[in-house]
T-cell receptor, first 116, second 113 residues
Framework: GAGVSQSPSNKVTEKGKDVELRCDPI?????LYWYRQSLGQGLEFLIY????????KSGLPSDRFSAERTGGSVSTLTIQRTQQEDSAVYLC??????????????FGSGTQLSVL | GENVEQHPSTLSVQEGDSAVIKCTYS??????FPWYKQELGKRPQLIID?????GEKKDQRIAVTLNKTAKHFSLHITETQPEDSAVYFC????????????FGKGTHLIIQP
């Protein structure tokens, strides 16, 4: 079946504009994660969804960042009033939630965000 | 919270030689340690993982070792091949699965022909 799908693959925006990034997880995966990958900085956790709820939002860097998930499927990450330091690759991942067992993250190909 | 340090940031080895990447973690309650490989321009993919009740795990040319006392774990790749060139990320979590993973900053492994 299809893997994790993210759109757009590239987004160039002007400082101060809002952007929306979309993630379509693998069908049946109840857990969904957003990460940010900056050059040389590894994978920075942003937010985790279990179904439609977000039990862990601890990684969101500021109140300009928000995310939602509807229908236990598609998720949208919104960045308001973008700043140049928001430029990065935003990766979405999904997994089958199974408490106490190993869970493999399936990553999307990411959205390259460039804020000019 | 958890802090994961990864070394080296870049590693260059001759094809056929072995490569070792090391990670340390701060939270002694961490119990799950996966390794992800990201080839240039591609998405990260899980290559191997280990739980805290196991000291070593092997899968063909790759192996992971865990030292809970010292709070460090390592990835070993033997008989390296050109397709091993990639960025490798270690991670750790206290939650036993993909939830709550803290990643290291990555190691760029370069295989010299």
């Amino acid at each position: 079946g299809a893997g994790v799908s993210q759109s757009p693959s590239n987004k160039v925006t002007e400082k101060g504009k809002d952007v929306e990034l979309r993630c379509d997880p693998i069908s049946g995966h109840t857990a969904l994660y957003w990460y940010r990958q900056s050059l040389g900085q590894g994978l920075e956790f942003l937010i985790y969804f279990q179904g439609n709820s977000a039990p862990d939002k601890s990684g969101l860097p500021s109140d300009r960042f928000s995310a939602e998930r509807t229908g236990g499927s598609v998720s949208t990450l919104t960045i308001q009033r973008t700043q140049q330091e928001d430029s990065a690759v935003y990766l979405c991942a999904s997994s089958v939630y199974s408490p106490g067992s190993n869970e493999k993250l399936f990553f999307g190909s990411g959205t390259q965000l460039s804020v000019l | 919270g958890e802090n994961v340090e990864q070394h080296p940031s870049t590693l260059s080895v001759q094809e056929g030689d072995s490569a070792v990447i090391k990670c340390t973690y701060s939270d002694s309650a961490s119990n799950y340690f996966p390794w992800y490989k990201q080839e240039l321009g591609k998405r990260p993919q899980l290559i191997i993982d280990i739980r805290s009740n196991v000291g070593e795990k092997k899968d063909q040319r790759i192996a992971v070792t865990l030292n809970k006392t010292a709070k460090h774990f390592s990835l070993h790749i033997t008989e390296t091949q050109p397709e091993d060139s990639a960025v490798y990320f270690c991670a750790a979590t206290v939650r036993g699965g993909a939830d709550g993973l803290t990643f290291g900053k990555g190691t760029h492994l370069i295989i010299q022909p």
